[in-house]
Nanobody, 127 residues
C-alpha cells in the first residue's frame, strides 16, 4: 500500500516557476514507477511526466518537454516536478501516481495504468 501526498501548488504568473512534491508512505516506494498527471476543468486527466523506479528513464509530454523536469529521491520517498516557464495553459490540478515498476516497463501514460493516487494540488497560472 502506498499513500501519496502532493504539495507545492499555487497561483503564479506566466513565466514563473513552481516545484511540486509528492511524498509517499511505505517501504516500497523505490520499486514504483511514478507519474505526474494533470486535469484541467472540463478536460480528461493527462500525463505530464513519468520516471522509472530507478530514475534511469523519464518521459515528458510534448506540451511540457523542455520546461518541466521530473526527479525522485528514493531515500526521502519523494518525487518532484520542477515546472519552469509556466503558461496559462498549464493551469490544472496536478496529481502524482504510482505503479509497481518491478518486472515491467515504465512508459505507462494512461491513468488506469496506475494503482495509487494523491489528492492533487492546484496550479493556477495567470497571464
Amino acid at each position: 500500500q502506498v499513500q501519496l501526498v502532493e504539495s507545492g501548488g499555487g497561483l503564479v504568473q506566466a513565466g514563473d516557476s513552481l516545484r511540486l512534491s509528492c511524498a509517499a508512505s511505505g517501504r516500497t516506494f523505490s520499486s514504483y514507477n511514478m507519474g505526474w498527471f494533470r486535469q484541467a476543468p472540463g478536460k480528461e486527466r493527462e500525463v505530464v511526466a513519468i520516471i522509472s523506479w530507478s530514475a534511469s528513464s523519464t518521459y515528458y509530454s510534448d506540451s511540457v518537454k523542455g520546461r518541466f523536469t521530473i526527479s525522485r529521491d528514493n531515500a526521502k520517498n519523494t518525487v518532484y516536478l520542477q515546472m519552469n516557464s509556466l503558461k496559462p495553459e498549464d493551469t490544472a490540478v496536478y496529481y502524482c501516481a504510482a505503479r509497481n515498476g518491478i518486472g515491467g516497463g515504465f512508459l505507462y501514460k494512461t491513468p488506469r495504468d496506475y494503482t495509487y493516487w494523491g489528492q492533487g494540488t492546484q496550479v493556477t497560472v495567470s497571464s
